[in-house]
């Protein structure tokens, strides 16, 4: 088994893979009601990889050196049938840890066939307990307890549970500390996320990214806050725990502490493109080569090829002031 590392002397160690770019929520950071609508063109389904083809590369990715599979979107449980995508992923050598981000909302319905295909977390995204708040920041009008019960049944499922919250100054920043407050005596660690600049549709503001430091300083209100070690090299949330013993909080600072520095994650869209940032403008077409009846050995070079070109460190250039353009959607490259 050989491993590899990009220009900047980062291994590829993990791969995010979207299993569809269709979502049943609208969250306005995201996929904006206005630019996602009836007539918006998702991708047709014989665009999107079947699962015998994302086995396929998840195995040679293995190879390579990935440990880690996280299944993103869109919103992956609208994908038909993903407990036996997970089935046939959890058996790949070389896979350590295998995991599923999600707005919860099909979870009552899965999370059982979800456990027992052999995933073993779920990272849940929930932006308020406020109904008006999280109404409108999900486009839908969808209530927190919809989310909240996803998450009791994941739970309930024997699923470990994370927590993303993505935080917007002015919209849901007055609403954390109940959201903290909630999930502090569970065991699910609650992370937030800066909003950031993905995509090309989501207008984006620097005025409206709540810094880590700020959030962190009015968490402290419920209890002082103590770093914990990161559990592994390129961990993306920097965790705290409650002096008092009461939970874990995270924060995603891509905006005010880039980490880009120690990224090994590499992105396959769900229609076969493999990405090497989350803000990149274009992929490599792995699909093209696939159905192009490509052997292993041709898409191990391709994949190979890819990451030791690799220089992206977006979110470091862009706090240095730079500007990019034609940014692919969060929604097409996965979360
Ligand atoms: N800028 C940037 N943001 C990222 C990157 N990876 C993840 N994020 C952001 O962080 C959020 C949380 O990612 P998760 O996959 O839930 O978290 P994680 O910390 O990678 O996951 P685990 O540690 O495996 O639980 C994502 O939804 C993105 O918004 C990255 O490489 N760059
Ligand atoms: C794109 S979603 C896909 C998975 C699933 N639909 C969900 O919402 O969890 C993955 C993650 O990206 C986060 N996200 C989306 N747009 C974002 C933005 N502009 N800034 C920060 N995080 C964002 C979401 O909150 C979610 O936690
Ligand atoms: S963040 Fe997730 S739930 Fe919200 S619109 Fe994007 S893909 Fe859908
Ligand atoms: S901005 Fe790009 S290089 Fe930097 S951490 Fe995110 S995905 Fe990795």
């Given at each position: ?16 893979i979207?299993v ?14 206005e ?9 047709p ?34 994908r ?5 995508l997970?089935?046939r ?10 995991a ?11 999370a059982?066939?979800?456990?027992a295909?052999?995933l073993?977390?779920?990272?849940v ?8 708040t ?10 927190p ?20 919250t993505?935080?917007q100054?002015?919209?849901?920043d007055?609403?954390?500390l ?12 609650l ?10 549709t ?5 005025e ?9 300083a009015?968490l402290?209100?419920?209890?002082p ?8 090299r390129?961990?993306?949330a920097?965790r ?6 009461r939970g ?11 980490f880009?520095?120690d990224?090994?994650?590499a ?6 493109l ?9 992929g ?25 070109a ?9 706090a ?9 959607e ?6």
């Amino acid at each position: 088994m050989s491993s590899l590392s990009d220009a900047l002397g980062r291994p590829l160690r993990d791969l995010r893979i979207s299993v569809t770019d269709r979502c049943n929520l609208r969250c306005t950071y995201c996929m904006p009601r206005e630019v996602f609508g009836p007539d918006y063109a998702f991708l047709p389904r014989e665009e999107l990889l079947t699962f015998e083809e994302i086995e396929r590369l998840s195995a040679l990715f293995a190879q390579l050196g990935v440990r880690k599979l996280r299944l993103t979107g869109g919103e992956p449980l609208l994908r038909r049938d993903l407990p036996e995508l997970v089935a046939r992923l959890a058996r790949i050598r070389g896979i350590e840890d295998i995991a599923l981000t999600t707005n919860g909302l099909l979870l009552p319905r899965y999370a059982r066939a979800l456990r027992a295909a052999g995933l073993k977390r779920v990272t849940v995204s929930l932006d308020s307990l406020d109904p008006d708040t999280f109404g409108r920041m999900n486009g839908m009008g969808v209530t927190p307890e919809r989310v909240l019960e996803g998450i009791a049944a994941a739970a309930e499922a024997g699923l470990k549970v994370k927590v993303n919250t993505v935080v917007q100054r002015g919209l849901n920043d007055a609403h954390l500390l109940d959201l903290a407050r909630r999930f502090r005596d569970t065991p699910h660690a609650l992370r937030f996320i800066e909003f950031m600049d993905v995509g090309e549709t989501n207008r984006w503001q620097l005025e409206q990214v709540v810094p880590s430091s700020e959030l962190a300083a009015r968490l402290a209100q419920l209890a002082p806050l103590e770093p914990l070690q990161p559990t592994a090299r390129g961990e993306v949330a920097r965790r705290y725990r409650y002096a008092d013993g009461r939970g874990e909080v995270g924060f995603i600072s891509s905006v005010t502490a880039p980490f880009c520095g120690d990224c090994s994650r590499a992105r396959l869209s769900s229609d076969g493109l493999l990405y090497t940032c989350l803000f990149a403008g274009e992929g490599f077409d792995l699909k093209a080569l696939l159905r192009g009846a490509a052997d292993d050995e041709a898409l191990l070079a391709a994949i190979r090829h890819v990451w030791e070109a690799r220089d992206d460190r977006y979110s470091e250039l862009r706090a240095q002031g730079a500007a990019v353009t034609g940014k692919i959607e969060m929604s097409r490259i996965g979360g």
